[in-house]
């Protein structure tokens, strides 16, 4: 066997020796062990398995790497460089999850995402409804960064409507899902929209620009079929929104003048702002708007009857970093109405860092070298490599049962097979997305299936023919691979973010 010790005279951040002993088996060793206690682990622990089991069940992934290292005499110090060359390059990616958990927090209580549902639930109409759900789920999830919240929230009233006016149930909630998943793919404060980007090695508002060009022409498709389709449906009544928008009202000064917050950081992201800087403008502004719009809001955030200094520090304070409810009138608009602050995001940090670990470990003994040599040998085309992505993420969502590890594992398995087809990161990330975060509501026995089902009280086999923007998504980005639309290179100039070196 050949020692992979760091080279002398390398660089600290050069990458490390590839085995070249180590057979194709052996580097699918850790893989298929750690596809297998996921798997397990979700079915055990169902939709709590993200709350940390998971995240040590990638450690003991590692942990079986490791071993496997050790057996072809690869050094422990040279394991802990590569776990630590590879969380440091989330360090950028964790300060903006830290940031969005701010931003969310201080839009809440400033009224923006309020606003934003209650404007957004007054297109609602008998004619259109199934594009309006469509529509008022793209709204809400883009503001909360949240498919799951959208759903339990204004899903189930959407679904209490559609009842009521005679609308097939399966209908309601595909419509409902796919406005949920546009929401939550290209919202800056979701956790998967940070979460890609993180694996493929690729920045936030790069990744949402980019997933723009398959995602905006997915969702057109996807409202011209549910028009078709509300279109051929016969309604019995009306439907009411009336006590939710009034009791938005009754809990926030809702105003038009709340939109320049989110235009300005738009305007900043078009810009290409620094994406910690364009949140922690957002989160500020939106502070200042709190304090503005929702004086007697924040006082009672703060704690205290009356707004003054010390209320209004402790009321956006709170809002950033801890938990805030607020109550309202309507059972449903509560839970929605709930922002986690920074601490709501140690969990996928947590995540993020464990999976740094296993693919640490991995990178440091030679297996991903060696499991993406042998798939560009299998699928040498750009279409091929995009095509196995999609596939690995379809496979995940089948086998692990959980859309974060569909993206974790394939994004840290395939980043180098991308670098050396000289694919720019974001073309990775846009496809985690686009195969990986969507199609987890497809598979019943998936958690974001089985939560969907089970919160709309409509089966996955029902709404699955119409969760219309999930099922096209995976197609759109095959079709601009097939064609080579908006695929990204890397620049020819610059440096290789891979060496190969064998002793």
Known sequence: MESQDIDPKLPADEPLIINKKLSLLEALIPLFALIAMLAYNVY????????????????????IAAIVGFRNRVGYEAMLEEIAKNVKSTTGAILILLMVGALSGTWLISGIIPTMIYYGLQVLHPSIFLPACVVICSII??????????????????????????????????????????????????????????????????????????????????????????????????????????????????????????????????????PLVALLAGTLLGGIFALIFQPELVAKIGGSAQLDFISGY?????????????????????????????IGMMGTIWLIICAMVFGGVMEAIGALTRITDALLKTFNTVFGLFASTVASCLALNLTASDQYLAIVVPGKMFSKAYADKNLAPENLSRTLEDAGTVTSVLVPWNTCGAYQAGVLGVSTFSYLPYALFNIISPFMTLLFAAFHIKIKQLNDSAPSSTKTIVK
């Open 141 to 274: 999830s883009v503001a909360t960064g949240s498919s799951w919240t959208t759903s339990a929230t204004v899903g189930i009233a959407l679904i209490g409507i559609g009842a009521t006016i005679g609308m097939p149930l399966g209908m309601v909630a595909g419509a409902v899902i796919s406005g949920a998943y546009f929401g939550d793919k290209l919202s800056p404060l979701s956790d998967t929209t940070n979460l890609a980007p993180a694996m493929a090695g690729s920045d936030l508002f790069t990744h949402i620009r980019y997933m723009l060009y398959t995602t905006v022409p997915t969702m057109i498709l996807t409202l011209i079929i549910f028009v078709f389709l509300g279109l051929s449906q016969t309604t019995t009544g009306t439907p009411n929104d009336t006590e939710i928008l009034s009791a938005i009202q009754a809990t926030f000064n809702v105003s038009p003048w709340l939109f320049v917050v989110p235009a300005l950081v738009i305007i900043m992201i078009v810009k290409k702002t620094d």
């Open 314 to 342: 402790k009321g956006v304070m709170n809002a950033i970093t801890v938990e805030t409810n607020i109550e309202t009138t309507s059972a449903v608009l509560n839970d929605l109405f709930s922002s986690k602050g920074m």
């Open 44 to 63: 055990v622990y169902g939709d709590e398995a993200t709350g940390g089991s998971n995240q040590f069940i990638l450690l003991l992934g590692g942990a």
